[in-house]
């Protein structure tokens, strides 16, 4: 008998360490997964987050009686836990999917040192990219920094495709006690006020389907504009692995070999490559896991960023009197999602029209994000400071105004998302208020002025120079 622990690999098909399982036991395999003591505030994440991996559990908890079996839940310290589990089960070994975070890869050591306590055998599997995160090495065998040729090298090394071969699963030991499926009510959380599509591996299935039927292919032209269904939102199905890396990839190239026109050959392409950034930032994290605490490019390390206060705050609330700002902060907290092309704007407004620490809204993001994911929060936060892997240069400072324009020209975006500016021509949403008023009546004066902050942030960032 196997143990499988469950971890962010919540789905049946094509997981790397439970088809093994399967495999190496003829389908004795007990499925279990271990939840955290978190209860309340946590500075990496919150209600949205939560309440997908609820519905992504029940899900699987669902999949795994159709075949069968059951999901042995249980709460606390994973390695205590574990080890209750294998004396209770007798197992003869753990297997498991590994974490590219620091603290999923420091649980794992604790996991292994308490199995060879037991002599029980345990094994890690690589399944979260869909390329292992230290796959993909320069040819002097070096970590890549900068994305292009990471994704050159990335495309050259065949993907290896998804494992279909059906699982067969015996009976879950019936003496094996197991908890409730939790509830968001269990973290002390309020679900009532998000917007989230429904979780787990069906609806994930579902999302991928509807998207190559036809989005994928506008995808290259549709991408950046935020009031257009123009992207996958996979995002945090991926996250949680209720979808498979492979299987997604391998639904990118089905569909650039089925497009008919060089125009909708572009789409999967595009895709393809915004899914091999998410494995630039996988790598990133794996080979230099100090990111999280500091700026990828050690010039920037030390950089003078002002305090947060009112402004934050206002920041946070979507009331900065910045159209697009605005929209995109409170469609974060009505859905758990903001679109890729304002998670800029906003992410940069935050650096360099505020000059507050990226890391404050890394946590921010954290905590309100479905999709929460270190390793691309991380990457995406220090892009647009201008402190990560190949970033944003610091001097390339998005207006957001401009930025308004050119990604919602008829101010869609922004009028779904503040209601107070239904009413107010597009116009008037793309370019700062003359009388130092907002926008319109009712809508708050801009926090500040955009161009004179520019030349502060320029000033703050060339001082690490000197
Ligand atoms: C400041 C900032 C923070 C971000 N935080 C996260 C985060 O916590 N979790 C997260 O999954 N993505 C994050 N991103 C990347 C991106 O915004 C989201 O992946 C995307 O908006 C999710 O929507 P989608 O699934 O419809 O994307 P699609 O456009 O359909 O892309 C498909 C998939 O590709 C991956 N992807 C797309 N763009 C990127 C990117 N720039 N970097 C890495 N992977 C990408 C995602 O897995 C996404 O689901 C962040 C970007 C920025 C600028």
Known sequence: MILHWFRRDLRLHDNTALAAACHDSGGRVVPVFILSHWRGQ???????????????????????????????????????????????????????????????????????????????????FH??????????????????????????????????????????????????QSLPLPTLADWGLDPAHLLLPDSGEPAALRRMDAFFSGPAFRYAAERDLPAVHATSRLSADLRFGALSPRLLVQRCHAAIA?????????????????????????????????????????????????????????????????????????????????????RMIVAMFLTKDLHLDWRLGEAFFMQHLADGEIASNNGGWQWSAG??????????????????????????????????????????????PASGKGVAPGYPAPLLDHARERETALALYQRVFT
């Open 42 to 124: 946590h500075r990496w994440t919150g209600p949205a987050r939560q309440s997908v991996l609820c519905g992504t559990l029940c899900a699987l908890s669902e999949a795994l009686e159709k075949c069968g079996s059951r999901l042995i839940l249980r709460r606390g310290d994973a390695v205590a836990e574990l080890e209750r589990l294998l004396t209770e089960t007798g197992a003869e070994a753990l297997y498991y999917n590994c974490s590219p975070d620091p603290a999923g890869r420091a649980l794992e050591t604790r996991v292994h040192a308490m199995a060879r306590k037991l002599g029980v055998r345990v094994q890690g």
């Open 127 to 176: 399944d979260v990219t869909a390329l292992a995160p230290d796959a993909v090495l320069t040819q002097g065998g070096e970590p890549f920094r900068v994305f292009t040729p990471f994704s050159r090298a990335w495309l050259k090394k065949a993907a290896p495709g998804p494992d279909v071969r059906p699982l067969r699963l015996a009976p879950a030991p019936a003496k094996l």
């Open 387 to 432: 402190t990560g892997a190949d970033a944003a240069p610091y001097f390339r400072i998005q207006n957001p105004w401009t930025q308004s324009a050119r990604f919602d020209p008829e101010g869609d975006y922004i009028k779904q998302w503040v209601p107070e500016l239904r009413n107010t021509p597009a116009r008037a949403l793309m370019q700062p």
């Open 258 to 342: 089925s497009a008919q026109s060089a125009a909708q050959r572009d789409g999967p392409r595009k895709f393809l490559s915004e899914l091999i950034w998410r494995e630039f930032y996988m790598a990133i994290l794996w080979h230099w896991p100090e990111v999280l605490e500091h700026e990828f490019q050690p010039r920037f390390r030390g950089m003078r960023w002002q305090q947060p206060g009112q402004a934050f705050q206002r920041w946070q609330e979507g009331t900065t009197g910045f159209p697009i700002i605005d929209a995109g902060m409170r469609q974060l907290a009505a859905t758990g999602w903001m679109h890729n092309r304002v």
